[in-house]
C-alpha cells in the first residue's frame, strides 16, 4: 500500500460546527504533516508529527487541533472555524530517520466554512 | 519568506521539452530542491530532488547550477498529461520531520 488516503473528500461546516480530517497511511511512515492550501496558492504546512508527538506547528489558530493517536493515522480537529479558512487540507507522510525522502501526499479534503 | 521564484505560466508543444526554471538564489549549502506538481487540485506529486549534482529518474531531469542558485525540471518529452502547475521547493531540514517550503508554482500547458 503506497498511498495516503484522506476522509471526508469534501467537508462543509457552519462556524460553530466541530468537525474532524482524517488521514491514514500504512506505508511504516513515523512522519506525517497537515498543509492547507488556498485557491491558486501553494500549500502551507501547518503542522508535522515525528514519531507520534508534534515536532513543528508553525503558529497556527488554536481552533484547529491536531491529533496522532498512532503511527498510521493523524487527524485534524476543527472547532470555531472561520470563512476564510476555506481551503483545501492536505495530508502527507514520509519516512523515518534521516536521509533524501520524498512527501507523499493524499488527495485531500476540501473544507468550506459557512 | 519564499526561497524560490518561479514563472506564473509557460506553454510547450506535445512530444517536446519542457524546461522550467526555478531561482533560489539565498539557499543555503545543506538545503535540498525538490520538485514536485499538481493536476487539477490533487494532491501535489513528488517529480525529482537533488543537491548538487544533476538528476535523472524516469519522470525527468533535473539541471541545478554549479553556484546552486537556479535550477531547471526538464520533461523530456512532453505530453498532455503533464499539463500542470510544478512547484520548485526547499527543503528546510535533514531529520525524520522537515519542512518543504513551496514556490508559487508554475503553470504549465503542454498544447497538442
Known amino acids: 500500500d503506497t498511498e495516503v488516503t484522506q476522509t471526508p473528500k469534501h467537508l462543509v461546516m457552519g462556524m460553530t460546527n466541530k468537525k474532524s480530517l482524517k488521514c491514514e497511511q500504512h506505508?511504516?511512515?513515523?512522519?506525517m504533516y497537515w498543509y492547507k492550501q488556498k485557491a491558486k496558492k501553494p500549500p502551507e504546512l501547518m503542522f508535522v508529527?515525528?514519531?507520534?508527538?508534534?515536532?513543528i506547528n508553525e503558529s497556527v489558530p488554536s481552533r484547529f487541533s491536531p491529533e496522532c493517536p498512532n503511527s498510521s493515522l493523524l487527524n485534524l480537529h476543527l472547532h470555531a472555524l472561520q470563512p476564510e479558512d476555506s481551503a483545501l487540507y492536505l495530508c502527507?507522510?514520509?519516512?523515518?530517520?534521516?536521509?533524501?525522502?520524498?512527501?507523499?501526499f493524499g488527495p485531500g479534503t476540501r473544507l468550506t466554512v459557512l | 519568506d519564499a526561497k524560490t521564484t518561479q514563472p506564473p505560466s509557460m506553454d510547450c508543444a506535445e512530444g517536446r521539452a519542457a524546461n522550467l526554471p526555478c531561482n533560489h538564489s539565498?539557499?543555503?549549502?545543506?538545503?535540498?530542491v525538490y520538485w514536485y506538481r499538481q493536476i487539477h487540485s490533487q494532491g501535489p506529486q513528488y517529480i525529482i530532488h537533488?543537491?548538487?549534482n544533476n538528476e535523472t529518474n524516469e519522470m525527468a531531469s533535473l539541471i541545478i547550477t554549479e553556484d546552486r542558485k537556479s535550477s531547471t525540471l526538464i520533461l523530456p518529452h512532453a505530453t498532455l498529461r503533464d499539463t500542470a502547475v510544478y512547484y520548485c521547493?526547499?527543503?528546510?531540514?535533514?531529520?525524520?520531520?522537515?519542512?518543504?517550503?513551496f514556490g508559487s508554482g508554475t503553470r504549465l500547458l503542454v498544447r497538442p
Open positions: 506505508m511504516g511512515h513515523r512522519a
Open positions: 508529527y515525528s514519531y507520534e508527538k508534534l515536532s
Open positions: 521547493i526547499v527543503r528546510l531540514g535533514m531529520d525524520s520531520s522537515y519542512k518543504l517550503i
Open positions: 537533488g543537491l548538487k
Open positions: 502527507a507522510s514520509s519516512p523515518a530517520g534521516t536521509g533524501n525522502h520524498e512527501q507523499f
Open positions: 539565498t539557499i543555503s549549502g545543506n538545503e535540498y
